[in-house]
């Protein structure tokens, strides 16, 4: 018996709820297969997609981390094969090594037997975010893992919340082609903080979320900025600045970074215009030489 698992890419921060806030989309996202074997213990037998670049081994992997986690508390000592099909680029900002702890987790949860819901699989993909960047934060796993809109409300105790998405939320991701490692982008935020920022960062939290349960589309739109963490990002992303001002020329609600970049994300209201605002940036990045994909979802 074999079990095969799809996890979507997540966009985290969603700008103003660093580490708090995340949304999943529909593709891109990797996938995990696993199988139980004759040998005992967990051991990753193949990864595709990644050009060779990612562990074989469970305690290096983040989705064997990930794994090994959940089976550590089950005392599970039976032979687990498992196989990692990438289908998203490494280092993106789209939730690449979450989607594999958050497919790994569901599928070997389901190959013993289901001992954990899908929501109390959660703290097990987070260890996989902390072998990857040094850091648990569950705004990636979180959504990947429920789907829709999810609020980290407390890391300690971890609880999140599912937030309702309004019918017409659509969401362009543009994908350009260079890589930042979520520990570097951690690496150049400030660690202090003015309260007057503070102040306009918490306030555009709650009116987002506020939004999202009203179905308040230009309330989500003036909540949809990033005061604090933004304007030191998005140096390393080249073009940002165009990207962002293409997509709400293009009709966006609000436009902001990806997780911690490069990939950069609108909220649109329906896909026409989330469709136009992918072309818009997709066009000012190939003007400023950069290479790129697009994705366009419904959320
Ligand atoms: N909240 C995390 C960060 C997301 O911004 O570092 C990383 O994808």
Request: proline share 4%; with cysteine.
């Amino acid at each position: 018996m074999s079990v095969s698992v799809f996890a979507a890419a997540t966009v985290a921060n969603v700008a103003c709820g660093f580490d708090a806030l995340g949304f999943a989309i529909h593709e891109p996202g990797d996938e995990v297969i696993v199988r139980k074997s004759a040998q005992s213990g967990l051991r990753i037998v193949a990864i595709t997609g990644d050009e060779g670049r990612l562990p074989l081994s469970v305690t290096k992997n983040t989705a064997g981390v990930s794994a090994q986690a959940l089976l550590d508390e089950t005392g599970y000592t039976g032979g687990i094969e498992m196989e990692i099909h990438k289908k998203m680029p490494l280092g993106s900002g789209l939730g690449s090594s979450s989607a594999s702890s958050v497919a790994a987790v569901v599928a070997v949860n389901e190959l013993i037997g289901s001992p954990f819901t899908r929501a109390e699989l959660l703290r097990f993909a987070t260890e996989g975010e902390r072998a990857a960047c040094g850091v648990p934060h569950a705004d990636n796993v979180g959504p990947s893992l429920l789907g829709g809109f999810v609020l980290i409300r407390s890391y300690n105790p971890l609880e999140v919340v599912q937030l309702p998405v309004p019918d017409e939320l659509w969401c362009s991701v543009i994908h350009p082609h260079v890589e930042i490692l979520t520990e570097d982008a951690r690496n150049v935020l400030r660690r202090r903080i003015r309260l007057e920022d503070a102040v306009v960062q918490w306030s555009n939290l709650g009116g987002l979320i506020a939004g999202l349960y009203q179905g308040d589309y230009q309330l989500i739109g003036r909540s949809l900025s990033d005061i604090i963490f933004e304007p030191t990002r998005s140096l390393l992303i080249p073009g940002f600045d165009m990207m962002k001002q293409a997509a709400m020329q293009a009709g966006a609600l609000g436009c902001s970074i990806s997780g911690s970049g490069p990939s950069v994300f609108a909220l649109c209201r329906g896909e026409e215009i989330a469709r136009a605002a992918a072309d818009a940036m997709q066009h000012a990045l190939t003007k400023a030489g950069l290479g790129s994909e697009t994705y366009v979802s419904a959320i």
